[in-house]
């Protein structure tokens, strides 16, 4: 049996993010430079890596329209996603999907929802940061939601904003800070 060893395509500062997705094949990594990369909208691939070049609050960005759509078995990694209108219901969405891993990556700059799970399981998330913004610009309002959401593993979190857990359980939240204004 031959094992396919994935490929790296690099996107150069003002390229085409969602092409380069599109144009991977399962164990290839996708790889953004220092620099913030403008998309209407991202959708990511089963067993594909989206990694940015360093830490995700002052490296890679993402400043999108539509936000993020995750997918099962991919991987993203030393980002920072940001809403170019701040309105965007949910910037990284999980819908139906598991296995996912998230690692080093802030998501911020939006009025609305910063991470929306529905449907999805077992996908584990490491050293991310929610930081909506609440209407009145400060810091703050719903940064999670998870309905029909189980087994998902948050380690070293920090959100600021708001938990909601609908019809969700046996999620675990480790080594995570929720931080709420009142």
Known sequence: ???RQGEE????PGGDVQAALDRARPGDTVRLLVANYRVRSLRLKPQVRLVGASSSHDGTG???EMGVLGASHATLEGLRI????????GLLRLEGVSEMRVRDVWITE???????MRDSERNHFDHVRLQP?????LVGGLALELTHAGQNHFRN???????R?????????????VRTRT
């Open 133 to 137: 913004v609440g209407p009145r610009g």
């Open 1 to 3: 049996t031959v094992v």
């Open 62 to 64: 993402i400043v999108t």
């Open 82 to 89: 940001e809403s170019a209108f701040r309105f965007v219901p």
């Open 110 to 116: 939006t009025i609305g929802l910063a991470l929306q």
């Open 157 to 163: 979190m920090v959100i600021e904003g708001e938990v």
């Open 165 to 177: 857990l609908a019809d969700s359980s046996a999620n675990v939240f480790h080594r995570t800070i």
């Open 9 to 12: 395509i690099v996107v150069p």
